[in-house]
C-alpha cells in the first residue's frame, strides 16, 4: 500500500541493499549506475529488474529480480564484456559462498524495505545518491522510444527520477535546465 510515487524507488532501494551486502560480505566498494547497474571500478557486476502487477483493484505487487556475477574468472566472460563486465570472484581474489552473499542480500533487502515505507523515499534519497556513479557525469540516455539525449546527470529526483542538464541548454549563454528522466539506459561517457 505504498503512494505510487514510492513505487519507483523500489530499484533504487534494492540497489542500495545489494551493494550493502556486497560491501558486508566482501569487502568490496559497489558504486551504482542509474537506474539498476550493480557497479565495481565502473564494471557491471549485477543488474536489477523490477516489475509492477496489479494483484486486485487496490493492491499493487512488486517483483524484485536481480544477477549478481559472484565467481566467474576474467576467462568466463566472452571477449566483447571483457571490459565491461566483472565478478566479485575477480576483485576479492578468492571465490564467495552465494548462499551467504544471497542471505545477506535478503536480510538487507527487508531492512530497506522497511526504511522505506517507515521514512519514505528520503530514507533512500542521500544513500543511493551517495552511490550513484552516474552524478556529475557526461552522459548519453537512450529512451525507450529509441531517442538519445547527451548531458550532464546532476541529481536523483524526489520520485527516483534522474535529473540532467542536457548539453543542448549550454549553446547561447541559456540557463541550463534540467530534465527529468524517468526511464531510459544511460551510458558513461568517457572523456577523451
Known amino acids: 500500500n505504498l503512494p ?24 568490496i566498494d559497489i558504486t551504482l549506475k542509474w537506474p539498476n547497474d550493480i557497479l565495481i571500478d565502473e564494471r557491471k557486476v549485477g543488474g536489477i529488474l523490477c516489475e509492477s502487477f496489479k494483484r486486485s483493484s487496490t493492491e499493487t505487487c ?6 549478481i556475477n559472484v565467481n566467474l574468472s576474467e576467462s568466463d566472460f566472452p571477449k566483447n564484456l571483457e571490459r565491461t563486465a566483472t565478478s566479485l570472484h ?6 564467495l559462498d552465494r548462499h551467504h552473499i544471497l542471505k545477506s542480500i535478503i536480510t ?17 534519497q542521500l544513500a543511493y545518491s551517495s552511490r550513484c556513479s552516474s552524478l556529475g557525469q557526461q552522459i548519453q540516455v ?8 547527451e548531458g550532464q546527470a546532476q541529481s536523483i529526483g524526489e520520485l527516483g527520477q534522474l535529473q540532467m542538464i ?3 541548454s549550454d549553446s547561447k549563454g541559456q540557463s541550463a535546465r534540467v530534465l527529468d528522466v524517468h526511464a531510459g539506459d544511460i551510458l558513461h561517457i568517457k572523456a577523451d
Not at 512488486?62 to 544477477?67: A, C, L, T
Not at 530497506?112 to 517507515?118: F, M, N
Not at 537512450?142 to 539525449?149: C, S, V
Request: hydrophobic share 45%; net charge negative.
Open 62 to 67: 512488486v517483483v524484485i529480480g536481480f544477477g
Open 4 to 27: 505510487l510515487q514510492t513505487i519507483g524507488w523500489i530499484p533504487l532501494m534494492a540497489g542500495v541493499a545489494i551493494a550493502q551486502a556486497i560491501e558486508g560480505h566482501a569487502e
Open 166 to 168: 542536457p548539453s543542448s
Open 142 to 149: 537512450l529512451f525507450p522510444d529509441g531517442n538519445k539525449l
Open 90 to 95: 575477480i576483485h576479492s581474489k578468492h571465490p
Open 108 to 124: 538487507t533487502l527487508e531492512q530497506g524495505w522497511k526504511a522505506l515505507i517507515t521514512h519514505g523515499p528520503q530514507a533512500c
